[in-house]
């Protein structure tokens, strides 16, 4: 996909983001589900259509498939849709201000907590490094 303003990749800890952006939705995903195990980039695919960018698991257990993309316009809502049908969990997408869930018949918008967003983009500034 094209982008105006092209990722830049960094690496926190052990893992190299391919964005900040990405970094960022960790950060802040860890933040606001602590129980939960967080993957980026899992091997999971669906018919080659979409391979997403986090995985949450609760006790070993699929909870939610998460798409980070820079705005919601770059959401193909008609294909996460489609996903819903045979996925057996949640499927989130989220951009630089909210979050997004989508459901069998459509999707809900969740803003960001504020505080949390802020916290994890100050974390990622302070402990990220470019790859």
Request: glycine letters at 4%.
């Amino acid at each position: 996909m094209d982008y105006e303003i092209q990722a830049k990749a960094i690496r926190y800890g052990d893992v190299v983001f391919r964005s900040m952006l990405e970094c960022q939705c960790y950060l802040y995903l860890k933040r606001l589900t602590p129980s939960l195990s967080i993957s980026y980039e899992p091997p999971v695919t669906f018919n080659h259509l979409w391979n997403p960018d986090f995985e949450l698991r609760e006790s070993g257990v699929l909870k939610f498939l998460i798409e980070v993309k820079p705005n919601s316009e770059r959401f193909d809502v008609l294909k996460y849709l489609v996903l819903c049908q045979s996925v057996q969990c949640g499927l989130l997408c989220m951009d630089y201000h909210n979050v997004y869930e989508f459901e069998k018949v459509g999707f809900k918008v969740y803003p960001h907590n504020d505080l949390l967003w802020k916290s994890a983009w100050n974390e990622m500034k302070k402990g990220g490094e470019n790859a």
